[in-house]
C-alpha cells in the first residue's frame, strides 16, 4: 500500500532538551499505527507536530508525497485526549456545530451510525459516560469525513467493557479505508487494532514492525508463570531465568516447556496455579524501555 503520510527526520527542541531526536515514518494507505513509549518519550510532541499544532525545529511531514498542508488540515481528524465541549449542548447539537465549521463534511447520519449515537442525541454533552463521552469525540472528529484520523490514548479511564466497545468501533472505521494513528499505554489495544507500531524511547523510534514481527524477532521463548507462594526454589541453581516478574508471581524464561514443567514437578513445586502464555507487547515494551518508573 502506498504511504498516505511520512515523517522525515523530525526534531524538536526545547531548549537543551531533544523532545524528538531525529524520527522517521511511514503510514501506508488504510492502515493503523500505533505509537508506543514511557512516559517522556517523545510520541506525543512527534504527533502534534505531524497534526501540524507543534512546529518542529527540523524534518518535514509529507501528505500524498508532498508537504502537508492545506489539503492536510481538511482531510485530518483529531481525537484528542481531553476535550472541552461547550456546556448545555446536546449530543446532535455539538456534532451540528462542528459539522458546520467544514467545508469538507461526512454524513452526520452515517458518523452518528458509525458510533452508536443514536440513542444519545437528545441528551445533554455533560450527562454522557465515559465511554458515551469517547463515542462522541470520535464522531467529532469524524464529521468531516477524514482521510487520516489521529487518536491521542482514546480508551484511558474507560473500564474494560467500554474499552473493547471502542475497540469495535476504531476497526469499524478503518474498514472504510481511514488511515488511523495511535498513541496508547495499553498493549492489549495496540496489539488488537495496529498493523505496526512504532516504539519510541528518548525522543527515538527503537522498534517499528508489525506486533507479530516484532515479537518473533526479540523472543524465542514463552513465559511460565508460578505463584511466588509456591516458588521455593534457589534461584540461582535452576536451569532456566527467572525474570523479575510481577509481586504475586515469579515469571520463567523457557524454551523447553515440557523440561521446565518436568523439573518444577520434582522439585515439588505444585502445578495447579501454574500458566504458560507466549511473550506479548508488554513484555517487548519493558525489554526495550526498562522496569523503571518514569516522571
Known amino acids: ?7 522525515r527526520q523530525l526534531v524538536k527542541h526545547y531548549g537543551a532538551v531533544k523532545a524528538v531526536d531525529g524520527v522517521s515514518f511511514q503510514v501506508s494507505e488504510g492502515s493503523c499505527l500505533g505509537l508506543l513509549g514511557p512516559n517522556g518519550a517523545g510520541k506525543t510532541t512527534t504527533v502534534e507536530i505531524i497534526e501540524g499544532i507543534t512546529p518542529a525545529t527540523s524534518g518535514e511531514v509529507l501528505y ?5 498542508g492545506l489539503r492536510f488540515r481538511e482531510e485530518a481528524g483529531i481525537q484528542f485526549q481531553k476535550t472541552a465541549l461547550q456546556e448545555f449542548l446536546t449530543v446532535r447539537e455539538c456534532l451540528a456545530l462542528f459539522h458546520s465549521l467544514y467545508t469538507r463534511r461526512a454524513s452526520l447520519d452515517e458518523v452518528i451510525e458509525v458510533c452508536a449515537l443514536e440513542k ?4 445533554d454533552n455533560r450527562k454522557l459516560s465515559g465511554g458515551q463521552q469517547q463515542r462522541l469525540l470520535l464522531a467529532i472528529a469524524l464529521v468531516n469525513d477524514p482521510a487520516v484520523l489521529f487518536l491521542d490514548e482514546p480508551t484511558t479511564g474507560l473500564d ?11 476497526r469499524a472505521v478503518k474498514a472504510r479505508n481511514k488511515t488511523v494513528i495511535l498513541t496508547t499505554h495499553y498493549m492489549e489495544e495496540a496489539y488488537f487494532l495496529c498493523d505496526t507500531i512504532a516504539i519510541m524511547d528518548h525522543g527515538r523510534i527503537i522498534a517499528e514492525g508489525s506486533p507479530e514481527k516484532l515479537l518473533k524477532e526479540h523472543f524465542e521463548d514463552v513465559i511460565v508463570e508460578v505463584p511466588r507462594s509456591d516458588f521455593h526454589l534457589d ?4 536451569p532456566f531465568q527467572v525474570l523479575e516478574g510481577r509481586e504475586e508471581q515469579v515469571e520463567i524464561s523457557t524454551a523447553n516447556v515440557e523440561g521446565t514443567l518436568r523439573y518444577l514437578m520434582e522439585a515439588h513445586v505444585p502445578l495447579q496455579r501454574i500458566r504458560i502464555r507466549p511473550r506479548n507487547l ?10 523503571e518508573l518514569r516522571a
Open 64 to 68: 500524498r508525497g508532498a508537504p502537508a
Open 282 to 291: 508488554e513484555d517487548l515494551f519493558l525489554e526495550l524501555t526498562g522496569r
Open 1 to 7: 500500500m502506498p504511504a498516505i503520510l511520512e515523517a
Open 160 to 170: 474494560p467493557q467500554a474499552r473493547r466497545n471502542f475497540w469495535e468501533l476504531i
Open 120 to 123: 444519545l442525541l437528545d441528551r
Open 235 to 238: 534461584r540461582a541453581g535452576v
